[in-house]
């Protein structure tokens, strides 16, 4: 576990030393001024941080907490391409430092060296930002938007964040840069279907790595004795639910797994079918009978032995995806990350910079502040962090200073911001918690 002077000494190199050398590396700074790199990031992030809608005065009067005084017109006037680039390099450093909370006290869990969850999201940008981030489609041409995919994986255990890592918003998830990230033997990966790759599942297989997803509608399933099944004719023709047996997924790649399946109650099957409905609509692509037909179905494939996990576990754990969905959720409604109050396009790049690295400074701050709580509320937790984001500004000159800020958050956030059990309807750490009861 990462301790909260770590932290501190963390966001002190990360949000100073490496600011100002960014800065210098990039041309925002060619020469002495009273904002430098350090001074620049500081103020946007935390004046994002304390208020994603900040206007100019209000990030001038950041800059002052941060011991500058700058107008807000002479702020607006560093939003230029090299400020961009500036916030970029600090925030790929931030990444790359791994700070780890306490592990939950949820047992099932721990036999797994690790459980990450990942997914993407993306942020569209204004058209004259492709040169930089280039958006959906198959050219480059007038007329093409400009987006940036944003794509996290979090271990669920310890808590560290691999992520935000960025793309051009056209890049397929399955080809994306995370797939590159290698897992640890023992561990579990679960994530979205856009990540779909039996390249990636076999390798991460042959490192000793496990894999729990959803099946993509249309996977050859092969069975034992190497006959091809249509999957929707065979989980009609089962008499027994659940079903749960070995298969080798497509006769290219013949790799071994197992298919857990279960059947839905017919309303959850009715919302499935609207859903698929109304996504088909919207991206103006028919919808087969087939998929629809599937949707009564829960279907899971996985390389975990039954031993390991059994399907009622399976069809637990695949919930606990929905939480990187939660994290994505959070930093658009709360942190604004894909909103902004200008037209100008390097200015606009530089806030979604800003707010992504605050949004880092953010997670570390949860982890070593109640990462061990299985009923966490992110949500409570970046409200109070959001009330002490300027005292985080005036502290960073000082790592005593910084270390008794974070000291403060960490008890507030101990204090309080939790979920409230459910009786009915479970919530997933509820579900999780049950596990621990099973062998």
């Not at 500058?68 to 430092?97: M, P």
């Amino acid at each position: 576990m990462t301790s909260i002077r770590q932290v501190g000494q963390a966001m002190q190199r990360i949000l100073s030393e490496e600011a100002d050398k960014a800065a210098r590396t990039t041309g925002f700074v060619q020469r002495e001024s009273k904002m430098g790199g350090a001074e620049f990031v500081q103020t946007l992030v935390f004046g994002w941080m304390s208020n994603p809608q900040a206007t100019l005065e209000e990030l001038a009067q950041t800059a002052a907490s941060v011991g500058v005084a700058i107008t807000a017109q002479g702020l607006d006037q560093r939003f230029t391409e090299a400020g961009a680039a500036c916030l970029k390099s600090v925030l790929e450093q931030a990444v790359s430092q791994l700070v780890q909370g306490e592990t939950p006290e949820i047992s099932f869990l721990k036999r797994f060296t690790g459980v990450y969850i990942q997914d993407s999201t993306i942020i569209e940008l204004p058209e004259e930002l492709k040169s930089v981030w280039s958006g959906c489609g198959n050219s480059a041409g007038a007329g093409q938007p400009s987006s940036v995919k944003v794509e996290v994986r979090l271990n669920m255990l310890q808590g560290e964040m691999i992520g935000p890592l960025l793309e051009n918003g056209r890049v397929n998830d399955a080809v994306s840069q995370i797939q590159m990230v290698t897992l640890p033997a023992g561990s579990l990966s679960i994530a979205d279907l856009g990540y779909w790759s039996l390249t990636e599942m076999s390798r991460q297989a042959e490192r000793g790595a496990f894999w729990l997803s959803r099946i993509q509608s249309t996977a050859k399933v092969i069975s034992e004795d190497d006959q091809v099944w249509d999957l929707l004719d065979f989980l009609q023709a089962q008499p027994n639910q659940p079903i749960d047996c070995s298969i080798r997924l497509t006769a290219q790649h013949r790799l071994p797994a197992r298919l857990l399946a279960v059947r839905v109650p017919q309303e959850v099957a009715d919302q499935r079918r609207r859903k698929l409905r109304e996504e088909a609509q919207r991206r103006g692509k028919p919808l087969s009978s087939r998929r629809l037909a599937l949707a009564d179905w829960t279907i899971l494939v996985t390389n975990l032995p039954a031993e390991m996990l059994s399907v009622r576990q399976a069809m637990i754990l695949i919930r606990v995806r929905w939480q990187v969905e939660l994290l994505f959720k959070l930093w658009k409604s709360h942190a604004r990350i894909d909103e902004w109050r200008s037209t100008k396009p390097w200015r606009i790049l530089i806030e979604v910079y800003a707010k992504l690295l605050a949004m880092v400074v953010q997670h570390w701050l949860f982890l070593i502040g109640f990462w061990h709580f299985a009923n966490r509320s992110l949500f409570k937790a970046a409200c109070t962090i959001q009330h002490h984001a300027l005292l985080l500004a005036c502290s960073c000159a000082s790592l005593d200073a910084l270390t008794t800020a974070i000291t403060i958050i960490q008890r507030c956030l101990t204090a309080g911001c939790r979920i409230n059990k459910r009786k009915t309807d479970l919530r997933s750490f509820q579900l999780l918690f049950s596990l621990n009861e099973e062998p």
